[in-house]
């Protein structure tokens, strides 16, 4: 189960980061997540992952994850140490994605115009609340309709898959 | 409804469903290709799963790092042969007899009108120019639905595209969905249907169709869909072999916004790096010398392609300072050209002719860009270092402006060749 408490530092990103910018395809003749880790970001940033601390926040602009479904690409974040990623908007597939393998994403218009790098927040995932120790401002996030709730409870879809489709007991709503 | 929803409806056993709602859908196919199946197997048998949940159904290509490229990529492919032989899948398929997956499933009837697929790869959404519902999910998504044949999905509200007014020569099916990604941006359809309809659209064949559905995901959408007419029914009947469903969009269906172009005047389209939606007419390109033209991928590496480039290529040469590689989407395609003389007309002209794969569209290999290089693709993204190095540049464009473009050297209609 993810930790419903975080606080990290905050590297900051434009809008349209495309999966391709998060891990590029020419690293994905592995599909260990140690080694994809050590490129994510790479063509962004190729010092990211040597400034980076575990726990630390990646707040983007709209539409993150654009292009391939390369699970790869929340797979290299999550195992990079990013604790969470927040967002304006998520392009469909790695928003499945990053809930699929328990890595938190959050959307929020407000906090993204405002929140910058080097900022420390503190996120609450329960209550959809996002904390800029810097500034002294609080953010709510968009909420997750219950079905995905369930999911992230679940630690991703294949726990929930084990939980409940397994034994029969399915409820999508 | 739209054609969408009653597909989504007819999957998840409900008589209506409606944009935003969550619903479970039992699936027609499940496909993952040699980056995406590994991760997907991995997952599947971390659950202790022993049996796919059909094994007619799960769909396993190997087509990105094909032929392997290095020890590590053949590991990858490994896992694909390893796992198609121990859970007997009937759909695998060995290089010397594979292609490019979203062209290869199409030809061999695998994906058929009112169909629900997913496949771990974004632009599994091509299958939506045969009117079938179809997207693209990750890894896991695909592990579960091996287990399960189901997975869950949000109704998606549809914006409905209508295109009038007959094209100007060398203006192809590639150009409107390059406009289309122009005008409403790479998020500009997120979450949602993109379905195309119109005068224009009718007199596309499906070869073209598939290249306009299979860009459907680089303005975001869910899927992208056409209306199944005469020209879908000719195209599936001879290689169906199994019962399909033709859906079709109510009169009164509800679309979140409608979209209509008058493509009459239409120029030929580029888009600039490094997105997908940086796009201008050919005639504001003009100055933009090149390295590289490829001529191939899921997008645009179907015979019809083959044929406009061939026809633009025969009796001239590729210029000096360019490499020009083709690469036919499948075995079955690469035979026909070689049949119809097309592959001697590409070699003639100074082109390098690969066996079908994904490689250079994602930087894997069969053409990857050094620092500082430019290249015009016929494929669907351009993002930074999407080719190969990141200070290296793609263009995207149809197979006329790339086939024309390899013959001067720079990025140009093939009217500037007086055609």
Redesign the interface.
């Known amino acids: 189960m993810a930790e419903k408490s975080l606080q990290g530092k905050v590297w900051q990103f434009g809008d349209d980061i495309n999966t391709d910018l998060i891990v590029p395809a020419r690293y994905l003749n592995t599909s260990d997540p140690q080694e994809l880790a050590t490129h994510c970001m790479e063509d962004v940033d190729p010092e990211f992952t040597k400034k980076i601390a575990r726990g630390d926040i990646i707040v983007a602009g709209k539409n993150f994850g654009c292009g391939s479904s390369r699970e790869h690409a929340p797979l290299a974040i999550k195992s990079a140490g990013i604790a969470c990623v927040i967002a304006k908007s998520f392009a469909r597939i790695f928003f499945r994605n990053a809930i699929n393998i328990g890595l938190p994403i959050l959307e929020s218009q407000d906090a993204i115009e405002e929140i910058v790098t080097g900022n420390v927040v503190k996120i609450d995932l329960a209550a959809g609340k996002i904390y800029d120790l810097t500034t002294g401002k609080t953010y709510r996030a968009t909420q997750f309709p219950p079905f995905m709730e369930q999911l992230i409870a679940a630690g991703g879809l294949m726990e929930w898959i084990k939980q409940k489709k397994m034994h029969n007991t399915v409820d999508c709503q | 409804m739209t054609i969408t929803e009653k597909i989504l409806a007819a999957h998840a056993g409900r008589e209506v469903v409606e944009p935003g709602e969550?619903?479970?859908v039992k699936l027609d196919l499940l496909l993952g290709n040699d980056?995406?199946a590994?991760?997907a197997i991995?997952?599947f048998q971390?659950?202790g799963?022993q049996k796919v949940f059909d094994p007619e159904k799960v769909v396993l290509i190997p087509d990105?790092?094909t032929p392997n490229?290095?020890i590590?990529?053949a590991e990858?492919a490994k896992i694909l042969r390893d796992f198609a032989r121990q859970q007997n899948l009937h759909h695998y398929y060995e290089v010397g007899r594979v292609g490019i997956e979203h062209a290869f499933l199409p030809e061999q009837g695998l994906v058929l009108p009112g169909d629900c697929v997913i496949?771990?790869?974004?632009h599994?959404c091509t299958y939506g120019a045969l009117g079938a519902f179809s997207t693209?999910?990750?890894?896991?998504?695909l592990?579960?639905a091996m287990?399960?044949g189901e997975t869950?999905l949000k109704v998606p509200a549809t914006i409905k595209v209508i295109y009038y007014g007959k094209l100007n020569r060398w203006v192809s099916s590639k150009d409107l969905i390059l406009h289309l990604i122009g005008d409403i941006g790479?998020?500009g359809a997120?979450?949602k249907t993109l379905e195309f309809t119109g005068e224009t659209i009718t007199n596309l064949s499906v070869d073209a169709r598939l290249t306009m559905a299979n860009m459907a995901i680089e303005a975001?959408a869910?899927n992208g869909i056409f209306p199944v007419d005469e020209i879908t029914i000719e195209y599936v009947q001879k290689r169906a072999k199994r019962d399909y469903k033709v859906y079709a969009s109510d009169k009164d269906a509800q679309y979140y916004d409608v979209r209509e172009y008058d493509v009459g005047t239409l120029e030929p389209q580029v888009a600039f790096p490094p997105?997908p939606e940086n796009v201008r007419p050919v005639s504001a390109a003009s100055e933009i010398s090149l390295d590289q033209v490829v001529i191939g991928s899921c997008t645009n590496g179907r015979i019809e392609d083959l044929r406009i480039a061939a026809e633009i290529l025969r009796g001239r040469q590729v210029s000096s300072n360019i490499r020009l590689i083709v690469i036919p989407a499948t075995q079955a395609i690469y035979l026909q050209a070689l049949r119809e003389g097309l592959i001697e007309i590409f070699i003639t002209a100074g082109a390098a002719v690969s066996t079908p794969t994904c490689g250079p569209c994602?930087?894997?290999h069969m053409g990857?860009l050094a620092k500082g290089e430019r290249a015009l693709a016929t494929t669907n993204?351009n993002?930074?270092?999407?080719m190969?190095h990141?200070e290296s540049e793609v263009y995207l464009a149809s197979p006329a402006v790339a086939a024309a473009s390899a013959v001067l050297g720079r990025i140009v209609s093939p009217v500037e060749l007086g055609l």
């Open positions: 969550l619903i479970e980056i995406t590994p991760l991995a997952e971390k659950t799963a990105h790092f490229k290095d590590k990529s990858q496949g771990a790869d974004s599994t693209g999910v990750g890894s896991t998504d592990a579960a287990i399960t869950w790479v998020d997120l979450y975001g869910k997105l994602l930087g894997g990857v993204r993002f930074v270092g999407r190969g990141p």
